[in-house]
Structure formats: structure tokens, C-alpha cells
């Protein structure tokens, strides 16, 4: 039986507006999309971002922050995060099962990532957190938090920016292959896992970063020996030459191919590049699939092969 890693963008979480109801009702359709999988046998794993979430809930934090009750720092809302998301999934694919007469456990793992104390990224924020804001508006949010550095995210507004550094172990991996062995279905790694890292006196400290869940999902989809990594995104296939007239949908590639049309900067770098770096990583490192395609074209993967299909 095959095993897959899921990993899902933002339109699978946060399609309308950021209330718990909104992103309840987006996470139940995603979770009916991820049923497809499951009644065709395959063993999943789901994993998610949270880049939305995670810059929502620090500014709440912020805004109601006191001497005696302080904003949370951005480790710990990361696992906020990761339990969220991973109730509504864990509330949402129960009750999908039920009705299909499915019977199998789902369970959030609170996932801790290895993270190099000193990666160059914690000087280079580049993750984008977060509402989205006019170049005003991120104007004026820098003059009142100076600390902030807000950056243009792929043409859709500005965006807070955090680092990222690059994932080198998904701690808790053993426990996601234990939870496939016994056929449950475990959400794992949710934002990349919460980033830490090994202090001069061995023990586990959080990281104020996030990291990027396409970079978590492969290392996860690695370390578990996974066939497929299948990243879900907002668009059916990865293009050259994106949104011109001459663009051109890649179905099945290679990643020497993708490497050449990374040095021809084909990718936009706060959006697609993080995704083709992780396949290219993924199969790299286990000569498995990747697959990149929209969430709301799942079935056609599954019954004719649609999406882009990254292979060594
Ligand atoms: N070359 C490309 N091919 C396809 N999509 C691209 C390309 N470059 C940028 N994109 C954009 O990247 C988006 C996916 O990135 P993003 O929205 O960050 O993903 P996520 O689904 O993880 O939230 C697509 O919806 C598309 O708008
Ligand atoms: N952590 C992360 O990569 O989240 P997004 O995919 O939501 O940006």
C-alpha cells in the first residue's frame, strides 16, 4: 500500500475569512478532498501551513498583551497553530469517516522540527506571516512596530516576514510511522513543525521562526520512506513562464529539468520555488514521486494523472 505525504496550501485552510467557523468550513471540504486517498487505500499523512494563522494569532498576542501576561513567542504559537489546525482536520475527517462507514484514527502529533541554531536565515527573514497589506498600510505598520520587516509576497500585497531556516530532522517522525503501521492517520509536521533547536547543554529550545511546511512535508516524506510527496496548492500544475502568454504546464518533469528552470528563475521565490525545491529535495533523497496539483483536482490525479509529476 502506497504511503503518501499530503501537504496542504493556504486555500485548504483559509478560503474566506479568518474566524474559526470560516476555516472549519474550508478544512471540511479539503478533508472530503483527502477521503479520495483514503478510500482508495492509500496510507496518508497530512501535513499543512500556517502562515496565515501563525501571523493572526501573534498579532492577537500582541494586542492584548500585559506585563503579567505577555504575547507568546512565535515557537509557541507555532504549536498553537498545529493544534488548531489539526482539531478542525482531526473534528472534520472524523466525521467524513463515520459517514463513509470508515473506521480509523486520526490524531494530531504536536511536531517539533531540528533547526540550525545558526542558519543564516534568522538574519534573513523571508517567511511571510500573516494578513496581507497595502504598501500604506505596511508602511505605517513598520513606523508602529520598527522591528517589522514586511516584504511584496509574488504580487498579491505586502506581507510581515519572519525566518525560515531549513528543516534538518522532523523529531517526532518514528511516532507518524508508528501511527501508519497500526492504519491511523496521523496530521504531522503542521507549518514545518515547530522550529528548535539543541542548546550547548543538549537540551531542546523553541526558535522564534516558522518554517516553511514545503520544506517540513519532504523532510517528513523522507524520513518516514514515503512513495509520494504530494503538495496541494491553488494552481493544477507548475508553469515556465507563469501568467505570460507563452506559458506552458509542466506534466512530467525531472529534476534536472527543474533545476535548469530554477537557474532561469522560472519560480517565483515566496511562492512556487519553496515547492519545487521540496519535490527536488524529496526524490533527491528517495528516488520516490512528487507531485504538485490543485486541491480541487485530486480526483483527477488519482483517476488520470493531472498535476505536475517531478520524478529523478
Ligand atoms: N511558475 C509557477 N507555476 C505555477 N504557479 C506559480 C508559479 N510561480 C508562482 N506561482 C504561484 O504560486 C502559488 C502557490 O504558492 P502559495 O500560494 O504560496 O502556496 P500554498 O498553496 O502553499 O499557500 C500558485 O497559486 C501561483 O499563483
Ligand atoms: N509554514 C508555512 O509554510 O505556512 P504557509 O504554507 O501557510 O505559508
Given amino acids: 500500500m502506497k504511503k503518501i505525504v499530503v501537504a496542504l496550501g493556504g486555500n485548504a485552510i ?51 498583551s500585559t506585563v503579567k501576561n505577555p504575547a507568546m513567542p512565535l515557537d509557541t504559537i507555532g504549536a498553537m497553530t498545529e493544534g488548531s489546525i489539526g482539531y478542525w482536520m482531526q473534528q472534520a475527517l472524523g466525521e467524513i469517516l463515520q459517514s463513509e462507514g470508515i473506521r480509523k484514527t486520526v490524531a494530531t502529533i504536536i511536531t517539533q522540527t531540528k533547526v540550525a541554531a545558526d542558519d543564516p536565515a534568522f538574519k ?69 513543525g515547530i522550529p528548535v533547536s539543541q542548546n550547548k547543554d543538549n537540551q531542546i529550545v523553541g526558535q522564534e521562526a516558522v518554517i516553511d511546511k514545503d520544506y517540513g512535508a519532504a523532510k517528513l516524506a523522507e524520513s518516514i520512506n514515503a512513495d509520494e510527496l504530494i503538495i496541494l496548492t491553488a494552481v493544477d500544475h507548475v508553469f515556465v513562464n507563469f501568467n505570460q502568454p507563452n506559458q506552458k504546464k509542466l506534466t512530467n518533469t525531472t529534476v534536472a529539468e527543474l533545476k535548469q528552470y530554477i537557474a532561469e528563475k522560472q519560480f517565483a521565490v515566496g511562492s512556487m520555488l519553496p515547492k519545487i525545491n521540496a519535490a527536488i529535495e524529496f526524490v533527491e533523497a528517495t528516488h520516490g514521486k512528487a507531485i504538485i496539483t490543485s486541491l480541487s483536482r485530486v480526483t483527477d490525479l488519482l483517476e488520470k494523472g493531472v498535476g505536475t509529476i517531478v520524478t529523478a
Avoid: C
Fill in 124 to 192: 534573513n527573514p523571508t517567511k511571510p506571516i500573516g494578513p496581507f497589506y497595502s504598501q500604506e498600510e505596511a508602511k505605517k505598520e513598520k513606523t508602529e512596530n520598527p522591528n517589522y520587516i514586511f516584504t511584496e509576497d509574488a504580487g498579491r500585497g505586502y506581507r510581515r516576514v519572519v525566518p525560515s531556516p531549513i528543516p534538518q530532522e522532523v523529531i517526532e517522525y518514528p511516532l507518524v510511522a508508528m501511527m501508519l503501521k497500526n492504519d491511523m492517520i496521523p496530521i504531522a509536521a503542521g507549518g514545518g
Fill in 14 to 64: 483559509l478560503s474566506k475569512d479568518a474566524s474559526a467557523s470560516s476555516q472549519q468550513a474550508a478544512i471540511f471540504k479539503t478533508a472530503k478532498v483527502l477521503v479520495e486517498f483514503i478510500k482508495r487505500g492509500y496510507k496518508l499523512v497530512i501535513t499543512h501551513g500556517n502562515g496565515p494563522q501563525v501571523g493572526n494569532l501573534l498579532l492577537q498576542q500582541v494586542a492584548g
